[in-house]
Structure formats: structure tokens, C-alpha cells
């Protein structure tokens, strides 16, 4: 690793979609971290299959540049909202914060939250307006639009001291270049590396006094060293093979350190020794929780650990029960479901889950339905097969007075299609707080909603909108229950008996409603196979084959020929279930079906 006289911990972070992962990439070429004839991949930091798939970050991620004899140790952080909890947790171990904002969409819901949390913090903040060479930029609106965010979280939070002169960097991350004049192209990120390497981000800020402190902010596994823990020295040196003591919520205990790593570059370098300010990459400690502090054995000083915002929205998994089920998973238990469940929630301290009644159901509590999806594609790809209930928002009753999770949800859409969006989510029990234009063709709308009524919308939002449509939220807190809320309105399509469909059956039952299945495919009793075009259900035989007779006439047999189906992803089919349905997954499929399979056991009327 190269040698360096300074230190500092900085995260990036924004709204999803604002650039931040292309700016890491920008920042990681420009400071040499790729060698000459290294193959230079776009989105470096989405590492994951789920991520480079869908295009989001999901966890926070470091690396480190080295730039002016400093390093700088980077975190690359989820825009979306349902994974706050990464921005939350990677906020304990910087001690600056790089601000990106859209030049045409500026601040968003998720650039208020992460914000207030690094204001809360103390944490310096310098504010990036990338993709200034949007046609459709406007700069200087999203500047004010900028002064006036900080101005009201000044307020809110009651920071009389903030200083409001923040700095200012102009940026295209897709094009690779910044500058400290607004209306100056640059040829490289120079602007930026330099201003990062400055006096403005303050070095790491440690506690003064002897002996460790090592808040662990992060959970991961080494096939080589085993479980492995990450955080920021607070205090003191740290010394390989030197015995520590991790300090849990409830009990403490001592480990001998077998290995040190720390950042360099894409990937991490062996040290025997470190200190206070890095951030560190630790094994031999095979039980440590996220919040847990590492001390030195003769000073027991726990430091405050690490707190979220609580989960919004619950969903049930359980153990497969359907008569499919064994045919395509590898793990069916409810003892495998279970570990799976513990160890994920070790490493996301957003998420939390339960053991409820039933010894095979376990209840899942997560700040939205995108983290649970992510969480189910995770567990279907390492071989489960599970199913899952229609997500629920969580409620609370004090003083008999019922509330529940509101969202601010701030909405982009072509002009044309305001009237539309506006209808749905008033049905919905959403209040229009502001309506203003962007741009000539686009107009921005601002709702306050309960959670549960954003439940399955999203995927009726893209359709309403001709997928041009941008809809983010943020959690509001709990406000009094809003009242009843319709659900789906149609019915579903019902098989009524197992065997293999037929191109035949499912031409005949086309009159029904939408389908969401093919010909060949497998049914059972209660499996659904459609959308029914009324508001009740209905049993059908989906199985039906053509009898044979030995009459041929011209025009007697039809070529048959089915609509092309809707693809059946995780977050559609959680999306559409109502609460008497399953969403059944495996690796290779997923199917609705009706908790109660016996169609002698069911009513079709809803209710």
C-alpha cells in the first residue's frame, strides 16, 4: 500500500438515480486505483448479482483512493429508501459527507432524510449537483431549492449554529468531470479529488484517552479467515494476536485477533497494527452483533450502538406446503428458513423478524416491500423454496387511539398524466401537499399517504405513467389510521384440479380475465392461474384437453393462440396477493395460490 500523512472518511450520498455509484467510479479511475491493462467495469461498486441486475446499490460498500498523500477512505450508499438502514449504519464511521443532487430533479425524499441524519450527526457536508449536462438542468433553481432544504432541517432540528455557507461542486459523473465553477467544464474530477483531500473534511474525530474503541458497524464472511467484522477505531492502536473483548447488549466477551485489514483501493491490505480513525476489517471474532463495541480487555467502555428508524411493514414466510413443493429447492425446513432469517438480520439492522404461532410461519419486519423482495430473490437463489404473505403495515394502539405509518411521496410525471395519478392515490387515501412544474412537459406532485395504501401501486403507477414516471417516498412517523382501504378489486382464476394445462383449457377461459400462466405448466387444486374481470373468484378447469372424434372438416380445428403473459417477478406477484393468498417461490418459479387449497373449504365471494 502507498504511504500517506492524512486520513479521512467520507460517504457519499443521494436519492437513487442521482449518480452516486457512476461518481465512485469516476473518483476510483481518476486517483489510479486501476492499473494500466485492468479491465475498468461500469458501476465497480455494485458487486452483487441483484444489483448489477436491477441497476440499484442495495448494501453500503468501501474503497479506498489515495490522492495528495491522503487517503480516503469512500462509502458508496443506497439512494433508495427502503434501505435507509445501510445509509444510517455507514454513517457512524465518516466524518464527511459528499451531497449529490440531481440537476434537473433536485432534492428529493431521500436526499431530506439522508441529509437530516448527517446533520443530527455533526458530520460535514459538501453538496455535489451532478448531471449538469442534462439538457433539461436547472441549476441555479436546484441551488435554492438546496438553501432552502438545509434552511428548514436547520429549523426542524434546532441547529442555531449550522453553518449554511456550503460548498458547492458542479459535476457530470457519466462524463467523468467536476469543477468548482458553476458554469466551467472541466476534462477530469481534479476539482473534486482536491477539494475532498482539503481542510474542509475535518480528519477522523476519535475519542482522547487509552485503551480501545472499535464501534462494529458491518458483519461479513471470509472463506479464508471465516466471520470477519468492520468499524471505525474511535480510541487507541490496535495489535494482531493481542486479546480483546467484544461488549454485546447483554453480555461481553474475549477474542484473540487474528488478522487486521485495512481498505486499499477495490480491495483490502494485512497490517499488524493501527490507529485511531481507520476504518478496519477484523477477524477472530466469531459472535459480534452490529452496535457491539470491541475494548481493551482492562477498560470496558461500550460505546452508544449503532439505531435505525423502526421497520414500517411486516410480511409472513413460511415453509412451502404446496403440493409442488420438493421439486425444484434444495432447503424446505423451517430450521434452514430460520437461520437464514437470523443471519440476514444480523448483517441489515433494518430488518427484524419473529417467530409467530405457527411453528413454520416467521414474521419479517422491513421499512418497505422493495428490502423484503430483495430479501426473498437473496433466498430463492440459494435454493429455498418458501411462500409469502401479503405484506402489512405495522400499526400502533395507544391510549385506544390507532395509528399508522405515513409517507411523503413526491411524484415526476409527463403533464398528461396528473389527473390519472392524482385519481389513484386519492382513492388511496393520499393528500396532495404541492403541485408545481418542472420543466414545459413534466409537472411534480407531492402526496401525504399512509404506507399500505403505496402497497402494490408502484407497479400500476409505471403503467398509468407509460413507464416515464418517477415516484420516491419518505417516512413520515405514525399519524392517526386513515380508515378502511379497498384492495384488489377483481377476483382470481382458480384452479379447480392438478394436472398439466392445456393450450385448449386456457383458450376457452380467455373470457375470464388475464392469465398468468403457460401452456404445459403445472397446476393444483387452489393454485391461481389469473386475474378474474369481476370482483369475485372463480373456479375453473385448467387442465380440460380436446376430445378426439374421427370427424376432419376444413375449418374444424382452430389454431390456437394465446396472449402473450405478464412476467411473473417477485415484486409483481407480492404486489397483487390479497390477504387469503400465498405467493409460492422456488428458484425457478413463482406461482399465487389461495391458503386454503380445498375449493369445498373457500367461498369465491370476497370479502
Known sequence: MKNFRKRKNIAVVAHVDHGKTTLVDGLLQQSGSFGEREEIKERVMDSGEIEQERGITITAKNCAIFWNDTKINLLDTPGHSDFGGEVERSLMMVDGVLLLVDASEGPLPQTRFVLSKALERGIKIAVVINKVDRPDARILEVETEIEDLFLDLAMILDLDGLDLDIPIIYASAKEGWASKERDVKKSNMQDLL???????????????????????????????????????????????????T????????????????????????????????????????????????????????????????????????????????????????????????????????????EETDDPKVYKLKG??????????????????????????????????????PYEKVVIDVPSDCTGIVTTVLSKRKGKMDSMMPIGEDRTRLSFIIPSRGLIGYRGQFMTDTKGEGLMSSEFMGYKEYAGDMLSRINGAIIADRAGKMT???????????????????????????????????????????????SVRTAGKDVNIILPPIRPRTLEWAIDWIDNDEWVEVTPKSIRIRKKNLDKNKRSVIRN
Request: with cysteine; net charge negative.
Open 503 to 549: 393450450g385448449y383449457a386456457l383458450f376457452n377461459l380467455l373470457s375470464n380475465g388475464e392469465q398468468f400462466v403457460n401452456v404445459g405448466e403445472l397446476c393444483y387444486e387452489g393454485m391461481v392461474i389469473g386475474e378474474h374481470n369481476r370482483s369475485n373468484d372463480t373456479n375453473v378447469n385448467a387442465v380440460r384437453e380436446k376430445h378426439l372424434s
Open 246 to 353: 467484544c461488549m454485546g447488549l447483554n453480555s461481553y466477551k474475549n477474542f484473540k485477533l487474528s488478522s487486521i485489514q485495512v481498505y486499499d483501493k477495490l480491495g483490502s491490505g494485512e497490517v499488524d497494527d493501527v490507529g485511531a480513525g481507520e476504518i478496519v476489517i477484523l477477524a477472530g471474532l466469531d459472535c459480534g452483533e452490529i452496535g457491539d463495541t470491541i475494548c481493551s480487555t482492562d477498560r470496558l467502555e461500550p460505546l452508544p450502538r449503532v439505531t435505525v428508524e423502526p421497520p414500517t411493514v411486516s410480511v409472513n414466510v413460511s415453509v412451502s406446503t404446496s403440493p409442488l413443493s420438493g421439486q425444484e429447492g434444495e432447503y424446505l425446513t423451517s430450521r434452514k428458513l430460520e437461520e437464514f432469517l437470523s443471519d440476514v438480520c444480523r448483517i441489515n439492522v433494518a430488518l427484524k423478524y
Open 194 to 244: 482536491d477539494f475532498m483531500t482539503s481542510d474542509f473534511f475535518p480528519e477522523p474525530i476519535t475519542s482522547e484517552g487509552s485503551g480501545v474503541q472499535i464501534l462494529i458497524t458491518n458483519l461479513s464472511y471470509n472463506s479464508y479467515l471465516g466471520p470477519i467484522v468492520i468499524g471505525k477505531i474511535h480510541r487507541g492502536v490496535i495489535r494482531r494476536l493481542e486479546t480483546y
Open 367 to 404: 421499512r418497505g416491500e422493495l428490502q423484503l423482495a430483495i430479501v426473498f430473490e437473496e433466498l430463492r437463489r440459494k435454493g429455498f423454496e418458501f411462500m409469502i404473505s401479503k405484506p402489512e403495515v405495522l400499526f400502533k394502539i395507544e391510549n385506544d387511539v390507532k395509528s399508522e
